[in-house]
């Protein structure tokens, strides 16, 4: 009887109720508009730094992170990277072995991080050959070497010269080698592109003494809501004999200015929120304040008060719950074609992207909990409004009303 009484009781004047939610229904749609932006922009800032270089995850010896020395290298069985291959939700695992040597050409020198790939795993994850800008990508079993365009510049190097490399090996033994120029390519970060040689995996084992041991096995996933599942993955492939480090792990500067951008986004919702709840707040104030004749004179004919109270709250419940739904439903189309078509970005803002090697787009979510989290909170929103036909009808005098 109660539910029948208050969905007809919010019909009686469909203006009122249209108004309390459309306020639900505009709360909800910019609210979940919102957020999809800001949770689509992380996810595609993480997974461009991913793929640019570290991976959602590597493999690594304890203690590499901190001093990166060969000393801390690991032989993967290729079993073992076969069992990592196998793991669901992988797109590549990637090998490496990473040093630092003198590069000379003639009377230039200059040090730089020497990096032995799978060339086909590289590609797959980084994207390198379409970084290629003269010469030829590696094969698998070529001696020569790529180099990044800027230290190129400073050795007056070209394709077809060769250069010295000098340094330490594993277990401090020496490291020389004199190899041709294959390639040149183009990073996207200026400290990257003065510094960079790529070399075949097998390789950069001989020269740096280095026989089937690798520094790092950088590893993709196709979404980040699955990197726990694959961490525990391949934790179990790998035991616990090495050290398993996570994206946020690698990139903690890119992790603290998500955090401050996203606690400046909330910071927008929670304003957003506040003026919708005194919206609805009004709205609901106006509603019970018109009605207060009709109150009277339903506590007049022997209605119990608290019986008034909860047909009022049903109201209020059953508004809100219309103005959720519809706004879900409302924001979910526009989302959605968001999702799949990201807004391109041009002009000077465009060419920092690019810099970058990332895709000028700022792209969206279409993550369930970005909906479903925000029409929680401005529902919660719209219930707490149910203080307010509480508080006037416990202190309602029939008579008083009655009289006007």
Same mark, same amino acid.
């Given at each position: 009887m109660y539910l029948s009484l208050s969905w007809r009781n919010i019909w009686r004047n469909k203006r009122r109720t249209i108004i309390v939610a459309a306020s639900v229904f505009f709360a909800v749609f910019f609210a979940s508009l919102m957020r999809s932006a800001q949770v689509g922009s992380y996810g595609y800032m993480i997974h461009s730094s991913a793929k640019l270089y570290t991976g959602y995850l590597q493999v690594q010896g304890e203690g590499y992170w901190d001093n990166r020395s060969l000393d801390k290298s690991i032989i993967i069985a290729k079993k073992q990277q076969n069992e990592i291959s196998n793991i669901p939700n992988l797109t590549s695992v990637n090998p490496r072995l990473e040093a630092f040597a003198l590069v000379s050409h003639k009377t230039s020198t200059k040090v730089a991080q020497v990096i032995g790939i799978d060339p086909q795993s590289e590609d797959n994850m980084t994207g390198l050959k379409n970084k290629l800008i003269n010469g030829a990508y590696l094969i698998g079993n070529s001696e020569g070497l790529l180099v990044a365009e800027g230290l190129a510049q400073m050795l007056k190097i070209?394709?077809?010269?060769?250069?010295?490399?000098?340094?330490?090996?594993?277990?401090?033994?020496?490291?020389?080698?004199?190899?041709?120029v294959a390639g040149l390519v183009k990073l996207p970060f200026e400290e990257m592109n003065n510094r960079l040689v790529y070399?075949? *995996? !097998?390789?950069?084992?001989?020269?740096?003494? /280095?026989?089937?041991?690798?520094?790092? &096995?950088?590893?993709?996933?196709?979404? +980040?809501?699955?990197?726990?599942?694959?961490?525990?993955?391949?934790?179990?492939?790998?035991?616990?004999?090495?050290?398993?480090?996570?994206?946020?792990?690698?990139?903690?500067?890119?992790?603290?200015?998500?955090?401050?951008?996203?606690?400046?986004?909330?910071?927008?919702?929670?304003?957003?929120?506040?003026?919708?709840?005194?919206?609805?707040?009004?709205?609901?104030?106006?509603?019970?304040?018109?009605?207060?004749?009709?109150?009277?004179?339903?506590?007049?004919?022997?209605?119990?008060?608290?019986?008034?109270?909860?047909?009022?709250?049903?109201?209020?419940?059953?508004?809100?719950? *219309? !103005?959720?739904?519809?706004?879900?439903?409302? /924001?979910?189309?526009?989302?959605?074609? &968001?999702?799949?078509?990201?807004?391109? +970005?041009?002009?000077?803002?465009?060419?920092?992207?690019?810099?970058?090697?990332?895709?000028?787009?700022?792209?969206?979510?279409?993550?369930?909990?970005?909906?479903?989290?925000q029409a929680m909170v401005v529902f919660i929103i719209a219930l707490a409004t149910i203080v307010y036909p509480f508080l006037f009808i416990r202190k309602l005098e029939p008579v008083n009303v009655l009289r006007g």
């Open positions: 070209s394709v077809g010269d060769s250069i010295i490399l000098y340094g330490q090996g594993y277990h401090g033994q020496i490291a020389a080698a004199r190899l041709p070399m075949t *995996l !097998g390789n950069a084992q001989n020269v740096f003494s /280095s026989y089937d041991r690798i520094t790092s &096995l950088s590893i993709m996933i196709d979404n +980040i809501k699955h990197l726990d599942v694959v961490l525990s993955a391949v934790r179990a492939v790998v035991g616990q004999k090495f050290a398993i480090m996570t994206w946020d792990k690698m990139m903690p500067d890119l992790v603290q200015s998500i955090q401050i951008d996203n606690a400046s986004g909330i910071i927008m919702l929670a304003i957003l929120y506040i003026i919708i709840g005194f919206g609805i707040f009004g709205t609901v104030m106006m509603m019970v304040s018109e009605r207060a004749k009709e109150f009277g004179i339903l506590i007049s004919v022997g209605m119990k008060k608290w019986k008034l109270i909860f047909v009022a709250a049903l109201e209020t419940i059953f508004i809100s719950f *219309l !103005g959720v739904i519809t706004g879900i439903i409302g /924001s979910l189309p526009l989302v959605s074609y &968001l999702y799949h078509n990201p807004i391109p +970005i041009t002009g000077d803002a465009a060419k920092t992207f690019e810099s970058l090697g990332i895709e000028a787009v700022f792209t969206f979510s279409a993550d369930p909990v970005v909906f479903t989290n």
